[in-house]
C-alpha cells in the first residue's frame, strides 16, 4: 500500500521551483550555522536511506518476509546527532534512531549498513550485532550497543558508561572508549516519565553534583505521543528544561541545521564540563507507532496531516532546493535512486538464512556458560594477599577476605552499593575494603537499585569488573529488569560481542534471629532462577563462600557472565554447627574456586539423600546428626549453584540411596525445590523423592516468622517418612 508521506514528498518536491542560489560545497546552509552543505547532503542521504528502509520494512512485512516495522520516519533529524558526535563515543539508542545508525556508519567505515538493518527485519544470521535474534540497532566498531525494546532500560546502563570513562582512567585499567568521550542515549517523550529513565537522570545529577565526571547527553526525541497517549504539551520542557545541574539545549528536529546546532553545542558542553545535558528534539511520529498500528483511531486525520509538513527529509530537502544545493529533479532523483537502492537489497535479503535451531539460537548463552565453567581457578595461591595466619573464618569473614583478593587480583575490579564503604555493609561484610583500596574502588551509592545495577551494566561494558550489592534479596526485585532485560540479554542480542561481566552480591535468605519481616528476611530467587544467561552462587559454608565468589570474579571476567551471588545473612557469623562452641561452621581459607554447577557432599551415608543448599544444609546436616541415632545414615548434598543446578551431581548422590529428600528453605511454588525435583525425574531418577519448603507466605515479624518458613522438625519428619 502506498503510504501517504511516500507520495507527499513526491508531490511537494514537484510542485517547487529551483533557486537562483549556489551553495558553494563548504558554505554553510544557513548564516552562523556550522552546518556545511557538503555536510548536509550527506545527512540527506542519511536520512532518505531511513526512510526507505521504513517503507522497505513495510513490504518485506506485507511480503510475510520482514518482522519488524517499528521506524524512525519523523526522527531522521537525529542523524545530525550523530554527525556532532564521534563515532568513538559510546551511544545507546532509542529504537527511532535509524538515521543516526546510518550516518554513524558513514563515518567509520564502507560497510553496508543499509544492508546491516534489512538483514535485522528479516532476522537473519547474516545481521552483525545479533545474528538473527532481534532488530537492533547496534555495532561493536560502531561503539553502539544494542537495546531491547523495554522503554528507558538502557539509560541507568548509560549513566554506568559515562561514570566509567574516568573511573577505568583513574584505576589506569583499559576502557572501551578514549578518554574524552561522551556517552549519548535517547529516549522518548513519553519514555521520561518511566521510573528508569528518571532514575538515571536523577543518578547522572547526583553524580555531577559531588563533582564525579558525568559525560552524557541525554536525547528525547519528542514526537508528542507514546503509541496513542498524548505527552501533554510543554511536558518534557517544563519538566527537564530548568533542572540544576542539567544543562538544557532544544531544536526542531525537523530543522537540519538547527538540530546539529544544538547536538553540537550540547556535545561541546558535555564532553569540555564532564557534566550532563539534555537535548530535546521536538520531531514528528510519521506513519504511526508500528505498522501494524492503525492511527486513525486515535488521531485526528487533520492532525495526522497537519505532520507531514514537519517531515524532516522533505524538510531538509527543501532546503538543499532553497538554498540551491540542489534542484527538485536531483532532489527526486536521490530521493528515488535511494528507494531503488534499498528495494534492490530488500530483494536480496528477503531469503536470508535464519537461524534454524534452538542450539544456534542459544549459542551466545552456552558459549558464555562453558567459558565461565572453564573459569573456576584451580589454585587461588597467585590471587590471595592476605598473608595473616590461616585461621578459622566464618561467612562474612571468607567474603571480606575474597573480596579482598579479588580487589587485588583484578585491578579493574570495584565493589559498590548502599552501605558498603564507610559503614562496611549492613553486617559488616565489606568492612576494611575502603581502607585497604581506595574510594575509586570501593564506593557507597545512592539509594537506588536500578542504579546500582545500571551502574554495575556500564561499567562491566566498559572495562571494568563491577561487583555490585544489593542490599536484601527483596530489593533485587526493584531493579530486576536491570539483570533480566539489559544484563542478561546483552551477549544474546549482541552475539557476544558486548560482555555484561558482573558478580551481583546479594544478602538474603531468612532465619534472621532478632530482626526479620518480609524485606530483610525474603525467601524468593523465583525472579532470579529463570532467566538464561545467569549464574546463580548460593554459598552457605564460609570456605565455599569464599572460593565460589573467586569463580564468579573470574567467570564474569572470562566470559562477561553475569553472576548472581546469593549470602545467607543467617549464616554470616554463624561459628557453630550442632553445640554452642563446636565451631564446626567456621573454616579456613580454600586453595581453589569452586567449578560452576557442581555440588558438594558430605557425609557418606546410604540410607537417605539431602539436596539442599543455604540454611537448609546447616538443618540438614543438624538434622543427619539426629538421624543416625534412629538408625538412618544420611548423605547430605549442597548443591551450591542453583543456576545451572548440578544435575550430574545430584543425580549420582540420589541414585546411591534411592531416597532422596529435597530440602528447600525458598518456596513452595515457584522455589528451587520444584527445579531440583524436576531434574531429578526428567534425568532418570527413579527412586523415592520428597520435598519439603517453606510455605508460601511473605515472611512476618518475630517468632511468628518460623511458623511459615521450614524447620528443622519438618525436615526431620520428612526424612524419617522417607528413609524409616
Ligand atoms: C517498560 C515498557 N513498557 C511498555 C512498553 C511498550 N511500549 C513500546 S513503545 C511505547 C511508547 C513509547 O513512546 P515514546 O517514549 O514517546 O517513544 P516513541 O515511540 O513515540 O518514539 C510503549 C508504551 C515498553 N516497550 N516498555
Ligand atoms: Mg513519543
Redesign the pocket.
Known sequence: MAEPIDEYFTETISAMSGSARRHADDEPMRAGSRLTARVCLALFDVQLGSRHLDLAARWLRAQGRGYYT?GSSG?EGNAAVAAALRPTDPALL???SGAFFLARAALVDGREPLRDVLLGLVAATDEPISGGRHKVFGRHDLRIIPQT?????HLPRAVGVAFSIARAKKLGVACAWPDDAITVCS??????N?S?AVGAINTALHSAYQGVPMPLLFVC???????S?K?PGGWVEQTYGNRDGLAYFSADGSDLPATFEAAAAAADYVRTRRRPAFLHLR?V?LMG?AGSDFEPAYRRPQEINADFDRDPVLCTARLLIDEGVLTPVEALDRYEAKRAEVIKLAGEVAEATQLESAEAVMEPLSLSLEEAIAAAPASLAASVRSTGPDEPMTVAQGINRALDDILDRYPEAVVFGEDVARKGGVYGVTRGLLNRTSSARVFDTLLDEQAILGLALGAGVSGLLPIPEIQYLAYVHNAA?QIRGEGATLQFFSNRQYRNPMVVRVAGYAYQKGFGGHFHNDNSIAALRDIPGVVIASPSRPDDAAAMLHTCAAAAKASGMVCIYLEPIALYHTRDLHEDGDEHWLATYPTAGVPIGRARTYGDGTDLTILTFANGLRMSLRVARRLESAGIRARVVDVRWLAPLPVEDMLREAAVTGKTLIVDETRETGGVGEGILAALVENGYTGAVDRVASADSFIPLGDAALEVLLSEETIEAAAIKLAG
Do not use: K, M
Open positions: 517499528i526522527h532509542h529504537y527511532r525494546s523495554t522503554i528507558a532500560s529516549l522518548g517523550d513519553a519514555s521520561v518511566h528508569t526525541e519528542d514526537n508528542g505521543i507514546g503509541i497517549v505527552t520531531t511520529r507507532h529488569d
